[in-house]
């Protein structure tokens, strides 16, 4: 089956630690995506990838580290710079950039700082 | 502060009809979504409007877009327990992202 696999679905972190979020899709789409979920409020861009290789900025890139390093995988390390870490995190994937492209999303990784 | 603004919650009675709104402020936008999520899940897409649309109808969902008062809608005919939810309505920004309201809760009762 085609999807956006996220792992792990739950992940608790102490302070200080770095962290990877693993996100991997067989859809075959160039374009990927990381949000950051609070509650009562919508979801945040952290960064975004068009292609292989290339990855920009969003809204809330401080502190947090991507790699597009194959076109399946794009990986998200939440580092001990992000002050406020605890959160749901969604990664998301279209099959090509920009307006009008429907998002796929994965179930998600919930991150907790202990 | 936010582009699109939604209400927090909603509760509604089984069989009845369930209307959730949104407003957004990019005039640009050329799609407008509704996305559905779960507890605990990720957000499925639900339904989609291109700008120079007034209306779509889906089976159970129909959604209207105000382009003069940037207004969009979303009815669910007949809510059923299964619609308990959280609805994300979503407006194209620029070439690379969405803009998501902050979701409204919509409780079912029996």
Redesign the interface.
Known sequence: DGG?T?SPKYLFRKEGQNVTLSCEQNLNHDAM?W?RQDP????R?IY?S?IVNDF?K?DIAEGYSVSREKKESFPLTVTSAQKNPTAFY?C?SSIM????T???????T?LTVV | G?D?EQS?FLSVREGDSSVINCTYTDSSS??LYW?KQEP??????LT?I?SNMDMKQDQRLTVLLNKKDKHLSLRIADTQTGDSAIY?CAE?ID?????????TTVTVRA
């Open positions: 956006i996220q995506y949000y009562g409020q919508g979801l861009l975004y068009q920009q969003g969604l998301a950039f920009g307006r009008g429907e998002a796929f999303f994965g179930q998600g919930r | 936010e699109v927090l050329t799609y996305y605990g899940a990720g957000l499925q897409l989609y291109f994300f194209s070439d690379y992202k969405l803009s998501f309201g902050a979701g």
